[in-house]
């Protein structure tokens, strides 16, 4: 069974870091893009970073400067540091693996990536 892991979440105040890690199972992801997603309620998903199996990365507009990721192929694990934290950060945050014979095209699209986890909760208080 192929699973996605998130740990790290947490609250924080304003200003804070977290580290969320997703490890994997199942699989080996070595090989493919993974990705950092997060959701709020009543909002679409929003892309956050991506990684290649080689370390080539990418980040959306609003997180640019302050989020970080990375992987350990070794350990099946992706991750993502988070500093400078906003209220506008507070969301749910997903690990997304693009398990696919070719690269995602839009790097930041949730359809470009076939599995999940479960999500690990960031709230940033002000």
């Known amino acids: 069974q192929v699973q996605l892991v998130e740990t790290g979440g947490g609250s924080v105040p304003s200003g804070g870091s977290l580290v969320l890690s997703c490890v994997g199972s199942g699989h080996t992801f070595s090989g493919y893009w993974m990705a950092w997603f997060r959701q709020i309620p009543g909002k679409e998903r929003e892309g956050v970073a991506a990684?290649?199996?080689?370390?080539?990365?990418s980040y959306g507009d609003s997180v640019k400067g302050r989020f970080t990721i990375s992987r350990n192929n070794a350990k099946n694990t992706v991750y993502l540091r988070l500093k400078s934290l906003k209220p506008e950060d507070t969301a749910m945050y997903y690990c997304?693996?693009?398990?696919?014979?070719?690269?995602?095209?839009?790097?930041?699209?949730?359809?470009?990536?076939?599995?999940w986890g479960q999500g690990t909760q960031v709230i940033v208080s002000s």
């Open positions: 990684i290649d199996s080689d370390g080539n990365t």
């Open positions: 997304a693996a693009a398990v696919t014979p070719y690269a995602p095209v839009h790097l930041h699209e949730p359809d470009e990536y076939n599995y």
